[in-house]
């Protein structure tokens, strides 16, 4: 359960701090905004992958790839055919 909440640790910490710039202005023209959104946008997805993919394994579910990891949870009834959509996508 550590590494859950560690995940969800990650996510929360980019949420937050994504708003935070967005509320503060940001300049998307601006090389170190660019980046700065860029990074923390990854690092939330990578997190997110991470999250999803630790939970079917927990379930001893096996997924491979992004697609496959909607397509699972989406089969178990854990997110709908929207949310698989946005995660595929």
């Known amino acids: 359960m550590a590494i859950l909440n560690k995940l969800l640790s990650i996510i929360e910490d980019m949420t937050r701090r994504l708003d935070e710039f967005v509320d503060r202005g940001y ?3 601006n090389w170190r905004d ?3 959104s860029i ?3 990854q690092v939330q997805a990578q997190a ?3 999250l999803c ?3 079917l394994s927990n379930m001893g579910v096996t997924a491979e790839g ?4 909607a397509r699972r949870l989406r089969d178990m009834g854990l997110v709908t055919s929207e949310e698989e ?3 595929r996508s």
Do not use: K, N, T
């Open 53 to 55: 993919q630790r939970l």
């Open 27 to 29: 300049d998307l023209s």
């Open 39 to 41: 990074h923390a946008l």
């Open 34 to 36: 660019q980046l700065a």
């Open 66 to 69: 992004y697609s496959g990891i």
């Open 48 to 50: 997110f992958i991470d």
């Open 85 to 87: 959509a946005l995660v």
